[in-house]
């Protein structure tokens, strides 16, 4: 397997406020241990990011030269992270049937 350079992996204000939404909404429709599970697999999924970075897809909806916007399909999720020099800044998880200004939105988040 080939190895990545090590990046420290930062979260969003955004991600938190999408993270406790899509815990709500698991909750309110599968009950607590599925939300439960689901928020563990969220997390699973953006730290291993720290070396992993590489190993997901562009996010065609946020097309660069240097293909710095990517995301992890979760379930019904995406997961979207920004790869910088010296970090990995995950920005939102949203739903895939989000709207695409929304999705395109996600280029405005600063950390």
Known sequence: MVEFENKEVRLSEQFD??????????????????AKS??????????SLDTNYLLHVECRHLPTKDKRYRNIILGSYLIIYKITDTTIDVLRILHSHSSINKIKLSRQIRL
């Open 17 to 34: 406020l999408d993270i406790i939404s899509v815990y709500s909404l698991g909750e309110e429709l599968f009950g607590q241990s599925a």
């Open 38 to 47: 689901f928020i563990a697999d969220v997390y699973s999924k953006v730290w």
